[in-house]
């Protein structure tokens, strides 16, 4: 009976710090998620105005684009490097994103 208790103990040992990794990493996905959506509201209210010069479609564009392969390389590869990285290209496209929208909203 101990040694049941005792290899319960050692496989909880393992299992644990396993779960708390896997919840880390599910919350920096889920974080890229919330990124890409905020990215996507702004884009889709820049859209809406219906006044956006050609450079700024081929912009918004490219943004799409950029968060689409993102999106694509999380789902296929989730791994926290893989998320690192989308967190990093994510932060790139939003700060092309953000000074855009400021400008398509004011004018």
Known sequence: MIRKIIVVLIVA???VPSISLAQKDS??????M???SGMM???SKMLSKGDMKPEHQKQCGDMLKQ???TMQTMS????K???EQAEKKLEKVKKELDPLYE???SH
């Open 103 to 105: 400008y398509m909203i």
């Open 13 to 15: 040992l393992f299992i």
């Open 67 to 69: 968060m689409s392969q």
């Open 41 to 43: 509201m702004k884009m």
């Open 27 to 32: 919350k920096m996905m889920q974080d890229n």
């Open 34 to 36: 919330m990124m890409m």
């Open 76 to 79: 296929s590869h989730h791994e």
């Open 81 to 83: 490097k893989v998320d």
